[in-house]
């Protein structure tokens, strides 16, 4: 008797809540019908809507219920297909309707496809241009025709009667780039009767300045430095102009450059890397302002912050007292200080007192130093990591030198004969590119403050706390210089114009494209963002983290790697194959970038035919040597063209680029003989600049192991990511990412340049990794032996007390040593 009457409250609960499943999955048919006739794609708005309408309560339990299995075989075939869809991943269903869809349109527009742009879409370039989700990320392999996918993306919205011609903003990085888009949209879909006149390029710049001006009544100007790309030299002139005005600016503007112009590692890693060697302690360490050599990045650091206040000191001098024994070596304090017969002592310690943990029985050795000067009574003062990075260090040392009779005498003019300081120009470039990502951050001084604060103990926070000073009174300048003139930089402007589309003002665009996705700042994704927020809006963002290489500029590549994060739920596609590149360079570069696990995998393939080889990587015998080495190719190059060997590229000629890591790598270019090739045209581009371009064939020099060299060893300083989104860890990942680049312009070939036991890790990387093989400028094979230790270091013919053997490039980081003739490792010593 229970039992029937709880089975009969069942099926009354059930067959309430029932209907309202049934009319809730009744609508949604007809929504999701009349949604695809009339607006083509379900979107990810249309599945949030309907999962919020769903019909929620204890169905799912009654539906699980086994009492109520023989109720439910009753039910007629409206309700079971409403609880099929009720039961099922909304959006998994609702993508199945796309797919029969895109199918559809692929039939339907095909007439449309084949012909809005020269040659037929792809089947990816036609599924982009049709999914018009309300957020869509397109990422397109180099050369993969992402300009003819938004340019076809465009017309279809006009064609299928999506979206209103005037309602379609298209945001460009730069001029040239609007207005290529801008050129295109006019040839490819005015002749197909589409209202191209009525559609928008614009760059973001010029965007911004419009919405401003619409929403205020007031366009603003632009500061005339910042138009005419002179920001860096302006802010230069600011700088100057503080240190011949400011007297406590230019005392802090030259400690800073001279002393505190490097940051220091992670605790613990004082002593890795080192950058130079000394041949008379036959030991790798750090060359200082005064040129000898020290152990660790912060000893360097006190013996320059000595060498600038004009401290006369010994490095290691021997102690006093013979200190040697069975358990003992001589001593040798870090610092000692003769004209006042004071010793001193840099430990590695941190804020509790104690070492690094892989440092067994440091603490030992602290305690017997200090034992030692108090049984002898000498003087020792001490000072230890933490009291760098807190500051401390240099109050004490300020003091006890002081107090002792020693006369502080700062000079930036002392001649630095070791280690040169950082150079003005260069320091001037961190602080604007500080600034550009702190105001496109939107980051007030006392945020930026709080963020050094709420850095780690164990980093150099009041080295960040000077830089944070000194970016205050410079960044006051900057603002002050744009009142004056009555301006706006560009930072402002997109902060201003995300603020007014923000809180109102009504955009006429219902779709907004945007290029190269991978370079956008923080504010441009804002703006683009603000832009689409109302419902039925869409963004379509085109872009390659791959090649991401303007981070000096603002880009924030989490835009591009973390896209539902900036803008929501959407589509994620891809343009995998290449119309530029034959597939083995394909293969090499996607391998390379993908080193770095943090980049957006694709399988690039590509639709160009081999001409092999489609890699020569050549040594030069030295630098001398490296432009005859290109002359040379060249020349050959154009006589394999000249006989058919190779094949004739446009117009009669070859293109060729010379990109250079920097602009001085021009000087490499054989400008004198270039007459003497006529079926070459040559021209020389940085990389960074080169972006976007393409040649039948590519010449890369300066793959070195130098500090100006490929990759480039100049990197971001560490105080940046108090301004900027979180640190790339990978080394050297936007160099790589450049090297990228580079690789990718090319149709046909591309030609390595080095130097002989001077090889770049990059191209130790290709020679280790995918068996790129290195010849010599006579043709003949050239031996690159990678070290079989370290990731990137070549084995280099070297001379020592036992006659020649190998060595790693990487010395003295890495310290392994070869035999030339067995091969076999030898002990660990140094060249």
């Not at 449309?112 to 020269?118: H, K, S």
């Not at 206040?309 to 200080?337: C, K, L, W």
């Not at 590695?348 to 067994?360: I, K, M, R, S």
């Not at 090649?547 to 500029?553: E, G, H, V, Y």
Request: hydrophobic fraction near 40%; include cysteine.
């Amino acid at each position: 008797m229970l039992a029937s009457i709880r089975l009969a409250e069942l099926i009354e609960e059930f067959d309430k809540l029932c209907p309202l499943v049934t009319g809730w999955a009744r609508d949604f048919f007809a929504a999701a019908k009349s949604h695809q006739r009339d607006s083509g794609w379900l979107t990810s708005d249309f599945t949030r809507t309907w999962e919020q309408r769903k019909p929620t309560g204890r169905f799912a339990e009654l539906l699980a219920s086994p009492e109520l299995e023989e109720h439910r075989r009753d039910l007629g075939g409206e309700d079971l297909q409403a609880i099929e869809l009720w039961s099922s991943d909304l959006a998994q269903y609702v993508s199945r309707w796309n797919e029969r869809f895109l199918d559809q349109e692929l039939i339907s527009y095909k007439s449309f496809f084949d012909n809005v742009e020269r040659s037929p879409l792809t089947d990816e370039q036609s599924r982009a241009v049709v999914c018009f989700d309300n957020r869509v990320q397109l990422v397109a392999a180099a050369g993969s025709g992402k300009t003819s996918t938004m340019i076809a993306k465009a017309g279809y919205a006009v064609h299928r009667g999506l979206v209103a011609p005037e309602q379609i903003l298209m945001l460009a990085f730069n001029s040239k780039a609007a207005a290529e888009l801008q050129e295109r949209v006019t040839e490819r879909l005015a002749p197909l009767g589409l209202a191209a006149d009525r559609i928008v390029a614009r760059t973001f710049h010029s965007f911004g300045l419009a919405v401003i001006g619409q929403a205020t009544g007031r366009k603003p100007s632009l500061a005339p430095w910042v138009e005419r790309g002179g920001d860096v030299e302006k802010l230069a002139r600011i700088v100057d102009e503080l240190r011949d005005t400011d007297a406590a600016f230019r005392t802090e503007w030259d400690l800073f450059r001279m002393v505190f112009g490097r940051d220091l590692p992670e605790f613990g890693q004082e002593e890795a890397d080192p950058d130079d060697w000394d041949p008379v302690t036959r030991r790798g360490g750090f060359r200082t302002l005064a040129g000898e050599v020290v152990k660790s990045q912060g000893e360097r650091l006190i013996a320059d912050w000595l060498y600038y206040n004009g401290v006369e000191y010994r490095y290691e001098r021997r102690y006093e007292i013979d200190t040697a024994n069975a358990s003992h070596g001589q001593y040798h304090p870090d610092f000692y200080y003769p004209d006042i017969n004071l010793y001193h002592e840099h430990f590695a310690l941190d804020q509790n007192g104690l070492p690094p943990e892989e440092f067994v029985g440091y603490l030992d050795g602290v305690h017997w130093k200090r034992v030692l000067h108090a049984e002898h009574g000498t003087a020792l003062i001490e000072t230890t990591m933490a009291e760098l990075w807190n500051g401390k260090a240099f109050a004490t040392l300020t003091a006890e030198l002081t107090s002792r009779g020693v006369v502080l005498d700062p000079n930036p003019g002392r001649p630095a004969v070791g280690q040169p300081p950082i150079d003005n120009q260069r320091l001037v470039s961190t602080f604007r590119s500080f600034m550009v990502h702190a105001k496109s951050n939107r980051l007030t001084d006392d945020q930026l403050l709080t963020r050094a604060g709420e850095e780690s103990r164990e980093r150099f926070r009041f080295r960040h706390e000077k830089f944070l000073q000194l970016y205050r009174t410079i960044r006051q300048r900057w603002e002050d210089e744009l009142v004056k003139h009555d301006s706006i930089d560009f930072e402002d402007m997109l902060n201003l114009a995300a603020d007014h589309v923000e809180a109102g003002w009504k955009s006429p665009f219902r779709l907004v494209m945007v290029d190269e996705l991978q370079d956008v700042s923080a504010a441009r994704a804002r703006l683009a963002r603000a832009l689409v927020t109302e419902p039925n809006h869409y963004l379509f963002a085109v872009g390659d983290d791959w090649q991401s290489i303007n981070r000096f500029a603002g880009a924030d590549l989490s835009v591009m790697t973390d896209f539902e994060g900036w803008f929501g739920k959407g589509e994620t596609l891809r343009l995998e194959r290449t119309f530029r590149c034959p597939q083995p360079i394909c293969d090499v570069s996607s391998r390379f970038v993908l080193k770095n696990p943090q980049q957006l995998s694709k399988q690039v393939v590509s639709s160009t035919p081999e001409h092999p080889p489609a890699f020569v990587a050549i040594a030069a015998n030295s630098d001398e040597h490296v432009q005859s080495v290109i002359r040379k190719h060249l020349a050959e190059l154009n006589d394999r063209i000249a006989t058919g060997i190779a094949p004739v590229g446009r117009g009669g000629k070859a293109s060729l680029f010379i990109l250079g890591r920097y602009r001085h790598h021009e000087s490499l270019v054989p400008h004198a003989a270039i007459k003497q090739w006529p079926h070459l045209d040559v021209r020389f581009s940085t990389i960074h600049a080169s972006k976007g371009l393409e040649a039948d064939y590519v010449v890369i020099p300066g793959l070195t192991r130098d500090k100006l060299s490929f990759p480039s060893k100049i990197a971001d300083d560490p105080v940046l990511r108090l301004a900027m989104p979180a640190h790339e860890a990978f080394p050297f990942a936007e160099e790589r990412r450049l090297f990228y680049v580079a690789i990718t312009r090319a149709r046909r070939s591309v030609t390595l340049v080095t130097v002989r036991n001077r090889v770049s890790p990059f191209l130790a990387e290709l020679v280790k990794e995918q068996g790129l093989q290195l010849r010599d400028a006579e043709g003949g094979h050239a031996v690159v032996i990678p070290c079989p230790d370290c990731s990137d270091g070549t084995m280099v013919p070297r001379a020592g007390k036992f006659g020649q053997f190998y060595g790693c490039t990487n010395y003295p980081k890495c310290r392994k040593t070869m035999k030339e003739a067995e091969g076999v490792a030898l002990t660990d010593t140094g060249p």
